[in-house]
């Protein structure tokens, strides 16, 4: 065999023979055999037999789910703890009488006890690229349904541009694609290309330009029906819009925010919700579970053994200790150095490194869907002011009532802003910002939460990641430390999404199999 | 060990394991927040800026629980920490701060780590004059209201010396002791003298 003909499988062998079965591990994950590809893995783990094999699990969110449905259809045991006094993480549901448990400033949710008046205040859009997320919709029978989120019916607004008044998000575009476009056929004409285009190219360009901005035969733009017509189009001829001007367009923050968030790979058409609530998902597991997540546990010790993990926990008023031959751990990474731990250094530097983020978003129920009566079904307006984001639900369809979000912030400007405020005051600053998008908003309200990630008990933060010159860290809090994995959406790089702590998860439930046979000898 | 009021005993009666040097004390069900972010034993947890709180004077902890709900603490604009804290003193009433404040004092955790560099010779000279109200080995004086000084994060020491300074904290009109303690921090002359002084009070005896 010569030296080029040596493959991974040949390299292993030889590892295993000298080194034995953790040798032949470590070496596997040195060469990260467990591949990075979009799709849903192809789970093919050993089969364990009952009472063999037992896994602690930290954390009843999406990640730690996912890990004991995965691991209990191979026979593993599992024992899910969970700090909080619900299943679910951030995937969450609120309806009538449930809890907003934030840290100081409790909340019950006070919609009226409807179906369809529900908001999530967590995950709420899946993308059909999600491939894991997708796949255990349908294991677990999870309706979805089709989310508008782009509606160029829905509303732009900025304090610094076209007077503060509102436009329609169409209008906007179309303006802003007509506008570059005229500026693209000039180049042309021009030939102000680097490209050598012959004449043929050159004509298919133009066509292409035309088309992207809807332009006049002039290569000019003076407006599109695109923008809606300004009177007129079904039984008069329609009436075009004057084009917008061109430095109001560029004043706008607008176009650094939702006219291309709908381009993002994540944010793009169309995108799927479960029908009913995003905690349908969480349901669905619940359903299919043996282990019966333990509610108000929360973990006080976790000890890493040769042959084990032992993790102390307190449940109402009573210490407890558990052993398992391994645990999965989704407590947030920056609370581990508050968890007395045997951790080595390395791991915990790793881990507290990262940095939490603190989204926030407000629910609000409104006596009218007003938004109907300006054509507005589904989908997203856009503001400058602090509240970013109005969504209008695409459910419910001309029922009397809606849950509307009615701000959906982001960092210290705006979160931090919103947080420091008792709830009352966080949704009447919201309402006047919703003013400025619907004259009479604030009258529509009937009720409303707010959900401050970066204050939810047990919580304290979202989006956990590492800055990027940290990123080489991942790896570390990626991998196992003894036989305890980390898990969760902040070990993925695709934190504060689903996607993310399923990925995760089927990452640690893969890395742990491939253990497990090396320990049974059959790597 | 330091002398526990009643409501210290009553808590630690409803403990089904005695509480050890290694198992924390366990809170009741509504104190379980404060462990969330200041650490299972209150040992402190840099990373959300939660100091430790473990074995602090029970006075003390309820004093500074009054502080943050009177908003003497945690409203300044740059206070980030504090304004996180806030909301969770506001919503206490005077007996939940008797409870939390003897359940603060009764925990103990493991000695802070040393994180910051600091020469502790030239705060030792530093420290004499602070030593009046604070003690001598900064074991706290309650007959003076200055509290203890041992045991508390040197993240956070610096932390609140700095806010002394820029009048983040110890500016409330009706806060006499902050008014005190800033009037005290102002003496201290730069960074470097804050750097040394808390290297030296982290030198002095753990509870």
Sequence with gaps: MTRDQITRRHFLNFVGAVGGTTALYQAARAL????????????????????????????????????AYELERAGYDCTI????????????????????????????????????????????????????????????????DIMANDNRLAWT?????FGGERLRVREFTTSARGFMSELMAKAVNANAFDQPLDADDQERLLAFIKAYGDLGDDYRFAGSSRAGYSSGGFLKHGELKPALEFKQLLNSRFWRMGMHFNEHVDWAA?????????????????????????????????????????????????????SGDYCFNSIPSHFINGIPNNFSKDYVDALTAMRRGNFFKIGLQMKERFWERENIYGGISYTSQRINQIWYPSHGIFRKKGVVLGCYAFGPDQSNWFERMPPDQRIAEAAKMGEKLHPGYTDMIENGISVAWGRMN?????????????????????????????IGDQISFHSSWQEGAFASALHAVQDLDQRVRAEAGQG | MRTMTRTTIALLCLLPLAATADEPVIPAQKYVYCTVCHGIAMGGNVVIAAPRLAGMDEWYVA????????GWRGVHPDDAGGHEMRPMAAILDDAEIEEVSAYVAAVSA????????????????????????????????????????????????????????????????????????????????????IADVVRYISTLGSN
Aim: hydrophobic share 35%; charged share 25%.
């Design chain 1, 32 to 67: 990260d055999l467990l591949p990075e590809t979009g799709e849903m893995p192809q789970l093919d783990l050993k089969r364990v037999g009952r009472g063999e094999k037992r896994v602690l699990i930290l954390g009843a969110g999406i990640s730690g789910l996912t890990a």
């Design chain 1, 458 to 486: 047990h919580m304290m933060g979202c989006g956990n990641r590492f800055e990027e010159d940290q990123e080489h860290l991942f790896r570390k809090v990626q991998a196992p430390e003894g036989r305890h994995w980390m």
């Design chain 1, 157 to 161: 607004q900025d304090d610094e541009s």
């Design chain 2, 110 to 193: 493991p000695p802070p780590p040393l994180t910051l560099d600091g020469d502790a010779q030239r705060g030792a000279a530093i420290y004499a004059s602070c030593g009046a109200c604070h003690g001598a080995d900064g074991q706290g004086n309650e007959a003076l209201g200055g509290p203890p000084l041992t045991g508390l994060n040197d993240w956070y020491l610096q932390t609140q010396l700095e806010h002394y300074v820029s009048g983040v904290r110890g500016s409330h009109p009706d806060d006499d002791y902050g008014q005190q303690m800033r009037a005290a921090a102002e003496l201290l002359p730069n960074e470097q003298a």
């Design chain 2, 63 to 70: 004093r500074q629980l009054e502080a943050f709900k009177l």
């Design chain 1, 81 to 144: 703890l969970e700090a909080s006094h619900r299943v679910g993480g951030r995937n969450i549901t609120f309806r009538h009488g449930d809890v907003v448990d934030e840290m100081g400033y409790p909340q019950v949710v006070n919609f009226d006890d409807e179906p369809h008046l529900y908001f999530n205040g967590g995950a709420a859009r899946i993308p059909g690229h999600h491939e894991r997320a997708m796949h255990y919709c349908r294991v677990l029978g999870v309706e979805l």
């Design chain 1, 270 to 322: 169309p995108r799927m919700t479960p029908r009913g609530g995003m905690d349908m998902i969480v349901r669905g597991f619940l359903n299919k579970l043996r282990a019966k997540p333990l509610l108000h546990a929360q973990v006080q010790a976790i000890t890493l053994r040769d042959d084990g993990v032992e993790v102390v926990y307190h449940h109402r008023g009573e210490r407890r200790k558990l």
